[in-house]
């Protein structure tokens, strides 16, 4: 019922942004285009804010499914660029707004974890030191969110399967290229 109740309040609250910018929304709204009180949306959150991050947590991590193998990361960042692009009034106000912190988050986030189960598997039998694999997953999910993030503020043109051709073609090998050379410096 918990749970049902929190899809509702995120769907009146994505409903409302559809009319009006994020920091412009208020409990009240939500509570009554929703049909509940005041007190049933502070059950389940503390604010505007907590729902949001709520959403990106829930609904938004299920964008990967799965896709975290050197194989399927293509379509693990599809299925993200996907889903935002799908939820564009939602990711837009939120990276409009005064806390679009809960975005970045969540793509770091997801990013990160797309990336270090690759990396993991493209390491199996290497000798890179742990901290040196979250180094290259750092490095690739700045690029990744940075491309991700300018995507968004341009207002999502480009099909999300153009720009992960594109990100395959220059990532093809360098993942497991800077795995070779941290794994060479090691033994040196």
Known sequence: MAQTTKKALAASFKKLLAE???????VTDIVEDCEVNRQTFYYHFKDI?????W???TEAGRALDGKKTYDTWQQGFLHIFEYVQKNKNFISSTYRSI????????????????????INEIAQGMPVREDDKAFIAHFYKYAFVGLMLEWIR???????AYIIGQLDIMMRGDIAEALEKFSANRRA
């Open 20 to 26: 009006k910018p994020l920091d412009k929304i208020t």
């Open 49 to 53: 804010y907590d729902l949001v991050e």
């Open 55 to 57: 959403i990106y947590t």
């Open 99 to 118: 806390n679009r912190d809960f975005l970045e988050r969540y793509l770091y986030t997801e990013t990160y974890n797309l990336l270090i189960g690759v």
């Open 154 to 160: 341009t207002g999502m043109k480009e099909e999300p």
